[in-house]
């Protein structure tokens, strides 16, 4: 299986920061990685497919990079609506595995 | 609109058996990758099965902690995604999403399009 590690797990920021959460996975996945931002109580949402691609409707202020093992997702200018728990996902092969996820708090 | 959702959920005990159903609009279940993913109480996310578009059933796939126990499947003429549950434990205890994958994706397992889930409580 193909073990994702998110680092940090938790974060703390403020509306305006610039973050960055890493996701490491246990083998390369090419660029079959997908990030997902979830809201308490709430069902996750898709931002980052493809490592870098943004999904439409989300805002430009989210973008992804990354290939083989090592992903990025950075967010430019933190909003309020942005203090979540994110989570990656590998897509390259079953069992799909999601990362632990890191939270996104307000400083 | 497309649209999913669960239902189905509740308290069972342990031993039991229970079927969630993903009723989809906007959209034909049959021809896109399905999936239910659950999240316990306080938890990150845990895939838990999928099945493919297209044939007669589809291809699927099960995390090792259901495989055995567990059983998805879909039927067109409700274009409805369900998950059979059986020999439940306390560990299964979570909420339910069901998910739609996007083939445009370099992958199809990449999880466009998410119910608002349904609550599996396993507990005597």
């Known amino acids: 299986d193909i073990q994702m590690t998110q680092s940090p797990s938790s974060l703390s920021a403020s509306v305006g920061d610039r973050v960055t959460i890493t996701c490491r996975a246990s083998?390369?996945?090419?660029?079959?990685l997908n990030w997902y931002r979830q809201k308490p109580g709430k069902a996750p949402n898709l931002l980052i497919y493809?490592?870098?691609s943004l999904q439409s409707g989300v805002p430009s202020r989210f973008s992804g990079s990354g290939s083989g093992t090592d992903f990025t997702l950075t967010i430019s200018s933190l909003q309020p609506e942005d203090f979540a728990t994110y989570y990656c996902?590998?897509?390259?092969?079953?069992?799909?595995?999601f990362g632990q996820g890191t939270r996104l708090e307000i400083k | 609109e497309v649209q999913l959702v669960e239902s189905g959920g509740g308290l069972i005990q342990p031993g039991g058996s229970l079927r969630l159903s993903c009723a989809a609009s906007?959209?034909?279940?049959?021809?896109?990758?399905m999936t239910w993913v659950r999240q316990a109480p306080g938890k990150g996310l845990e895939w838990v099965s999928v099945?493919?578009?297209?044939?007669?059933?589809?291809?699927?796939y099960y995390a090792d902690s259901v495989r055995g126990r567990f059983t998805i499947s879909r039927d067109s003429s409700k274009n409805t995604l369900y998950l059979q549950m059986n020999s439940l434990r306390a560990e299964d205890t979570a909420v339910y999403y069901c998910?739609?994958?996007?083939?445009?994706?370099?992958?199809?397992?990449?999880?466009?399009?998410w119910g608002q889930g349904t609550t599996v409580t396993v507990s005597s």
């Open positions: 998910a739609r994958g996007d083939c445009s994706s370099p992958s199809c397992y990449v999880w466009h399009v």
């Open positions: 906007g959209f034909t279940v049959s021809s896109n990758y």
């Open positions: 099945i493919y578009s297209g044939g007669s059933g589809g291809t699927t």
């Open positions: 083998q390369s996945i090419s660029n079959y």
């Open positions: 493809a490592a870098s």
């Open positions: 996902q590998q897509s390259y092969s079953t069992p799909i595995t």
